[in-house]
Nanobody, 126 residues
Framework: QVQLVESGGGLVQAGGSLRLSCAAS????????MGWFRQAPGKEREFVAGLTWSGGMTDYTDSAKGRFSISRDNGKNTVYLQMNSLKPVDTAVYYCAARRAVGTYVYRAVAQYDYWGQGTQVTVSS
């Protein structure tokens, strides 16, 4: 089992940057595929970015490509989401998620993840 704690959210102006972090407990973090999701008020939770246990494979939702970058440091049990050129439509609660998997597939669906953090608020002002 793994516990996830997100940090790094906040208020930023359009065009600005934020880096989200997700710290995981446990000694087997390197055996988990990880993902970032977001949920805006009144909307369903949606996939933003994901990567495999090694970080060798990554995937992004179309709106994040070219602006966001997901990475992980297995030595620090942490996954990151670097967000650049932020837009007001990026405003949401951002969640980190984990699934025990050591393959080369990047999971995109909410139902495919077993563990979730509590979320961190990102607000982008125009």
């Amino acid at each position: 089992q793994v516990q996830l704690v997100e940090s790094g959210g906040g208020l930023v102006q359009a065009g600005g940057s934020l880096r989200l972090s997700c710290a995981a407990s446990g000694r087997t973090f390197s055996m988990y595929a990880m993902g970032w999701f977001r949920q805006a008020p009144g909307k369903e939770r949606e996939f933003v970015a994901g990567l495999t246990w090694s970080g060798g494979m990554t995937d992004y939702t179309d709106s994040a490509k070219g602006r966001f970058s997901i990475s992980r440091d297995n030595g620090k049990n942490t996954v990151y989401l670097q967000m650049n050129s932020l837009k007001p439509v990026d405003t949401a609660v951002y969640y980190c998620a984990a699934r025990r998997a050591v393959g080369t597939y990047v999971y995109r669906a909410v139902a495919q993840y077993d563990y979730w953090g509590q979320g961190t608020q990102v607000t982008v002002s125009s």
